[in-house]
């Protein structure tokens, strides 16, 4: 019996029942009725888009939150659907070819992976640079880049409720054996805490941890209560599910463990951050979503929000201020507002610099001082996270004045540093240092810490989950 079943909410249930879970993939969307009546460019695109990035939207997401009258400007429209410009055109004519002629699936495979390597900018083996050791055995499922927090991967939360097209982790399927994995895994984690008492967040992320059944993600949570790490203050929780499957918190069947369970961990005095990614205010508008919010913060967890600044999707400031204060309504603590890394279609979502640092002025300068803890536009670099502050004119050069608000190092971080003025950066690479300077103050540290390996290794697979 939960202490939170009583909260059990017939009010969302549909015929009697409570809302079940349905994806949808390239296999079944044409079965949406939506979709059907859609122009036939449009579901073209779908099919040679989606064969090559991933795609994977759900029942809520196409009932509840697209507005399938505004195809195809529609925001979640945008950031669940493949969309034709997300491939760059000789790409997107290579995979439509292969589609016209009814290619096997075979050769549409091939042409999807030849597709793909030319579009990841991050081969597999740069994650290594952050992978920690607990004695000299290398813990996959984890990395740590920053001093006090360490990110955990669970085996079991490789994918997500759906997919957003910016995002460039290419799922991994649940395999059996579910607890037993975890149960190693969070062995691990607990050692390597105790080994690393510098450590006080652990950081849950994924794809998204939250489509973890209640009873596995408290296989993971449940040792690190038990082992009373002193170091330990805040476990954080990254996940889409509250905009993707908010039914996770109110009437699927473990919703009641779940909250239990995070119950638990703000009861043994541990801080639980639920790092909340929302894109835009439509998906914090649903009444399950409020209901969610509501049941999450009656167990005395807090959720902060963050979300990258995508083009077609939120590339505006009234988007982001409405964004920050329907969460403050809702008794949610704006966060991070990223710029958009290097994704396989990053051209499609890309905004410059300057542009990102105006739309977040824009939206800042319409919050009450109660919304201003978001910090941004942030870049998640391999040295650091870096947030453009503005752009400014210093000694006659017009430039990007800059800070860490984390870094590789932890002495780099709220150091203002500037670079030269380029209106069409996208990224701390397509940067220079100002003022003649041969580079910037970290790079020398950087490339020691970073072992050789270049200075746009970075973590990937973190995104904002
Ligand atoms: C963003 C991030 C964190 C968390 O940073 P906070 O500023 O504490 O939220 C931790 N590790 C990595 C690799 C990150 O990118
Ligand atoms: S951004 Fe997060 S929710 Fe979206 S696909 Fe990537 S990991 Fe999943």
Request: with cysteine; glycine share 6%; net charge negative.
């Amino acid at each position: 019996m939960s202490y939170f079943d009583f909260q059990t909410n017939e009010s969302f249930f549909v015929n009697g029942q409570a809302p079940k879970y349905k994806t949808y993939t390239l296999r079944n969307y044409h079965k949406i009725p939506q979709i059907r009546s859609l122009p036939e460019d449009i579901r073209f695109a779908i099919e040679v888009v989606g064969n090559v990035l991933p795609f994977k939207a759900n029942n809520y997401v196409v009932e509840e939150l697209i507005d399938w009258d505004n195809i195809p400007d529609d925001p979640i429209f945008q950031l669940t659907f493949p969309q034709k410009t997300m491939l760059k055109p000789h790409h997107f004519n290579q995979m439509a070819e292969v589609i016209r002629y009814g290619g096997s699936p075979a050769e549409i495979r091939e042409t999807a992976n030849d597709i793909r390597m030319q579009l990841n900018p991050h081969p597999a083996g740069q994650l290594e640079e952050n992978t920690p050791k607990l004695g000299c055995e290398a813990i996959p499922g984890m990395q740590h880049k920053y001093q006090e927090t360490a990110l955990f991967f669970p085996g079991q939360g490789q994918t997500c409720h759906a997919y957003c097209t910016f995002c460039f982790r290419w799922p991994q399927f649940v395999g059996i054996d579910e607890l037993k994995i975890a149960g190693k895994e969070a062995e691990q984690l607990v050692g390597y805490l105790r080994e690393n008492p510098q450590v006080t967040d652990i950081l849950f992320t994924g794809g998204d941890p939250m489509v973890m059944k209640t009873r596995v993600l408290a296989s993971y949570i449940e040792p690190l209560l038990e082992a009373g790490l002193p170091n330990l203050r805040n476990i954080r929780i990254g996940t889409k599910s509250l905009a993707y499957w908010p039914y996770k918190f109110v009437t699927d069947r473990d919703s009641g463990e779940m909250l239990d369970l995070m119950k638990r961990v703000t009861d043994s005095g541990i801080h639980l951050a639920i790092m909340a990614h929302y894109s835009h205010p439509v998906e914090l508008e649903t009444d399950i979503n409020r209901e969610a919010v509501h049941r999450i913060r009656s167990t005395g967890a807090q959720i902060r929000t963050q979300s990258p600044l995508l083009r077609h999707i939120n590339d505006n400031s009234d988007t982001w201020s409405e964004m920050w204060r329907e969460q403050v309504k809702q008794g949610m603590i704006p966060y991070y507002m990223f710029i958009v890394r290097d994704t396989g279609a990053r051209h499609h979502f890309d905004i410059p610099l300057d542009e990102a640092w105006k739309i977040f002025r824009g939206a800042y300068q319409q919050v009450s001082g109660i919304a201003r803890t978001v910090r941004g536009p942030s870049m998640s670099a391999g040295p650091g996270k870096v947030q453009v502050l503005g752009v400014s004119e210093v000694a006659g050069e017009e430039v990007y004045v800059l800070r860490f608000l984390q870094g590789r190092n932890p002495d780099w971080v709220a150091r203002p540093f500037f670079a030269k003025y380029d209106p069409e950066a996208v990224w701390l690479d397509d940067l220079e240092p100002a003022f003649g300077e041969e580079q910037f103050f970290f790079e020398d540290e950087y490339a020691v810490l970073s072992n050789g390996n270049g200075h746009n290794a970075d973590e990937f697979r973190f995104l904002d989950n």
